[in-house]
């Protein structure tokens, strides 16, 4: 039986790839998202094999988001073995520039909702023993830039909350892991490559999503089923 994984942010960027990549790899999906039309599109691309794919339009920058794509999973009566939080915004603004609903926002998506998809997937309703979840961290709050204090900040919670977990829910040997990837060649990064050259910081140039899909996968696979509480650099040679 193929396994059933949940993916959030799944329209664009390391979430849209990671979609790609494990749907090819012949796992069972459901796709979240804002954008309804984009996420009919990528289903319409993908849907040749006889694995299962669904689609579920949520928007997660409030817990309303989150509330939206289980419910949905329960009356779907669907049960999980993995979950990628891949969704997110931008965060590349100066700390003066960063005004309390700024800041709020950032950390309701990279942060809050996590935690909220989190306390509901580890529910014996929505997945399995053994199951993995993976979140989309970043080397931000590593190299700490300047103009990246809010998502820093955002994606530090994130890593303190994958540590914690992985002790909590060990339980039901449910791993909890991270992937922190330098610059990913995703729309989110327009307006960065219009005032820096890549290879200047990434000497390697900007990663390409598939190259996080990859990654994805393997931690949703037997392959990493002794790594839990990790984090793993994709560093495109950034000095860390």
Same mark, same amino acid.
């Given at each position: 039986?193929?396994?059933?994984?949940?993916?959030?942010?799944?329209?664009?960027?390391?979430?849209?790839? %990671?979609?790609?990549?494990?749907?090819?790899?012949?796992?069972?999906?459901?796709?979240?998202?804002?954008?309804?039309?984009?996420?009919?599109?990528?289903?319409?691309?993908?849907?040749?094999?006889?694995?299962? *794919?669904? /689609? /579920?339009? &949520? #928007?997660? %920058? $409030? @817990?309303?988001?989150?509330?939206?794509?289980?419910?949905?999973?329960?009356?779907?009566?669907?049960?999980?073995?993995?979950?990628?939080?891949?969704?997110?915004?931008?965060?590349?603004?100066?700390?003066?520039?960063?005004?309390?609903?700024?800041?709020? $926002? *950032?950390?309701?998506?990279?942060?809050?909702?996590?935690?909220?998809?989190?306390?509901?997937?580890?529910?014996?309703? +929505?997945? @399995?023993?053994?199951?993995?979840?993976?979140?989309?961290?970043?080397? !931000?709050?590593?190299?700490?830039?300047?103009?990246?204090? !809010?998502?820093?900040?955002?994606?530090?919670?994130?890593?303190? !909350?994958?540590?914690?977990?992985?002790?909590?829910?060990?339980?039901?040997?449910?791993? =909890?892991? !991270?992937?922190?990837? &330098?610059?990913?060649?995703?729309?989110?990064? #327009?307006?960065?490559?219009?005032?820096?050259? /890549? +290879?200047?910081?990434?000497?390697?140039?900007? /990663?390409?999503?598939?190259?996080?899909?990859?990654?994805?996968?393997?931690?949703?696979?037997?392959?990493?089923?002794?790594?839990?509480?990790?984090?793993?650099? =994709? %560093? &495109?040679?950034?000095?860390?």
């Amino acid at each position: 039986m193929a396994k059933r994984v949940l993916i959030t942010g799944a329209s664009s960027g390391i979430g849209k790839a %990671s979609a790609k990549y494990l749907y090819n790899c012949g796992y069972d999906l459901v796709l979240s998202g804002r954008s309804e039309e984009k996420l009919s599109e990528l289903k319409n691309s993908l849907s040749y094999k006889d694995n299962d *794919l669904k /689609i /579920i339009a &949520a #928007d997660l %920058s $409030n @817990n309303d988001g989150v509330k939206v794509i289980f419910d949905f999973c329960a009356e779907n009566k669907l049960i999980f073995d993995g979950m990628l939080h891949s969704a997110g915004i931008d965060g590349n603004k100066l700390i003066k520039l960063c005004d309390g609903e700024y800041l709020k $926002n *950032l950390m309701q998506v990279h942060y809050f909702a996590f935690m909220e998809l989190c306390r509901n997937f580890y529910k014996k309703s +929505f997945s @399995n023993d053994g199951a993995s979840i993976i979140a989309i961290s970043s080397v !931000a709050n590593i190299v700490c830039v300047k103009a990246s204090a !809010a998502y820093a900040c955002a994606k530090s919670a994130v890593d303190t !909350a994958v540590k914690v977990m992985s002790k909590e829910f060990m339980k039901r040997r449910i791993r =909890v892991n !991270a992937i922190k990837p &330098a610059l990913v060649d995703t729309p989110l990064l #327009d307006k960065t490559r219009e005032v820096i050259n /890549i +290879f200047d910081y990434q000497p390697l140039g900007y /990663i390409e999503p598939e190259y996080i899909a990859f990654i994805v996968e393997f931690l949703l696979s037997e392959k990493s089923k002794y790594i839990t509480g990790s984090f793993i650099p =994709v %560093s &495109a040679g950034m000095d860390l």
